[in-house]
């Protein structure tokens, strides 16, 4: 089993298994979400997209941000601190500036695709390991970019996997020991730095919880323009 990392979404990956990573915040509050009841969720690349899916497979409850703001008219950010208590519909539609938009590419490129983040940690590498093939760890970055906290995840997750690790993983793997904590990682990143001077630096700190979630998130098949997640 080789574990390749694409640090940006634009990166080619020669794997059967993805696992996509946008761990401040979309991944982790897509499995919040799923931890708390919610049956699926109906991850969309746009807000139109969202609110059309809204109408046509409620009851359900909208999330999501742009450039960290609250969407007028969503019933929750994009926060897995707001999601934590119970499931307020069977489905929730995600919508967010980098994650999903990332997850609904995997979905068309992936045989199988998994959602990982620090919350579920473990879980999810052992299910991304089940199979014995290849695996490749997709950051969603930011707007294009490599974003730290997700290159941060991608080396935890790759340490979990063991295998073969391409020099991608072994460089990720390198980053995560640059770092005395999951906290630390998350929190030297450009993306926290945003969340905080949003007064979201609760987030940053949920979702650097290790394993407080076992859940594996699962894309299982298209709605219209969404990847539905299940687990």
Known sequence: MRIHVAFTPGEATPAPVGVVIDVLRATSTLAQALASGYRRVLCCAEIDEARSLAETNGPAKLAGERRLEHIPGFDFGNSPRELAGEAAAETLILTTTNGTRLLVSAAA??????????????????????????????????????????????????????????????????LVQSFPSALDGLGASRSAANLRRHGLEADVERCAWENALDVVPRYVRRVGPAAEVTT
Do not use: T
Request: hydrophobic fraction near 50%; aromatic fraction near 4%; proline fraction near 2%.
């Open 109 to 174: 490129r992936f045989e199988r695709v998994y959602v990982g983040s620090l919350l579920n940690l473990d879980a999810v590498a052992a299910a991304a390991a089940e199979s014995g093939e290849d695996v490749a760890l997709l950051c969603a970055g930011v707007l294009g970019e490599l974003a730290l906290d997700d290159a941060y995840c991608a080396g935890r997750i790759a340490e979990a996997l063991g295998g073969e690790p391409e020099d991608s993983a072994r460089a990720a793997i390198l």
